[in-house]
């Protein structure tokens, strides 16, 4: 959609349903947006599928779409009942329109779609990464401009955040996500699905010094990552030591997270330094958004690379960086104040960046 479709409307309060279905998550929340823009969050219904892909070592798109359709309904009805509203209260409907597996983000499309017509209501499809971007808003009360950070299984990226539908990228991976590599350092080494967490807890009981891996892209002057070759580099030690011991996969797991960590970190403060120098007089905040948000050696080392930049930082609860409902509806409440409508043709992607054209409404400050 193009500016010109977009009229502001007044802030009137309005509450929202938001369903999230683009990856392994099935996920339904309720949020309410005040008349001064402030956000609450009456219900947040998540599902993870955890059990459905453990023995794939990933996500398995095809058992992901069936395990949306087969719960997906009673997470929406567990939502509004939680909520303790009815659909007749819900002044709009918001789901995740992509990007992400094809399949499930078709389910939670299509359920939206058929809520919104039963209901008359307005449905709003939301981009999933500006799910991720105003997410800091809705828990923190954040103002515009600010620097994001999604760090996730599916995206690595830092994102200039100037208002509601309006943002530039300013880096992002060039092959792997973070999350995705964690996931495939973790299968490597028999650690299990999913990645991040098993990695994090045996990487506290390792060396992080005896095997240096590379830093990739850490020398450029470039905000994007590259994690393909730090992964082969994983892959390569491990095989030179099979059969590994647990001190090995210790050691090794330690190792990986170190580099993971100084890249962020490094990058971090790339960017924080960009965000002061084309934005002068400005406050700089550092929002991070994704389930590797939750790791804690990265979240401490982005801590200390905000503290050096006198930078704000911001990361909202796990819950809330991970794939989730209150996100959507939050996205779509915003949106919904900008006037912003969707007919029942919108389409499901599985590509849409966040700073395409057609996600710009206007220029809007907090």
Known sequence: MGVDQFVVTGQAQAILLGIETSCDETAAAVVVRDQSGRG???????????????AFGGVVP???ARAHVEWLDHIVAQAMAEADIGFDRLDAIAATAGPGLIGGVLVGLTTGKALAAAWGKPLVAVNHLEG????????DGISFPYLM????????????????????????TIDDAL?????????????GHPGGPAVERIAATGDEKRFRFPRPLLREARLDFS??????AVRLQAEALAPLTDADVADIAAGFQASVTDIVATRARQALARFKAEMPGVAPQLVVAGGVAANRAIASALGVAAAEAGARL???????CTDNGAMVAWAGAERLALGARDGLDAMARPRWPLDASDMRLIDHAA
């Open 40 to 54: 609450s969050i009456r219900s947040n219904v998540v599902r993870s599928q955890f059990e459905e892909h453990a």
């Open 62 to 64: 095809e058992l992901a």
């Open 132 to 139: 991720h971007a105003l997410t800091a808003r809705l828990t």
């Open 149 to 172: 950070l999604l760090v996730s299984g599916g995206h690595s990226q830092f994102v200039l955040v100037r208002g509601v539908g309006d943002y530039q990228r300013w880096g992002g």
């Open 179 to 191: 999350g995705e590599a964690f996931d495939k350092v973790a299968k490597l080494l028999s650690l």
């Open 227 to 232: 994690f393909s070759g730090l992964k082969t």
């Open 314 to 320: 911001v990361v909202p609860p796990i819950g809330l």
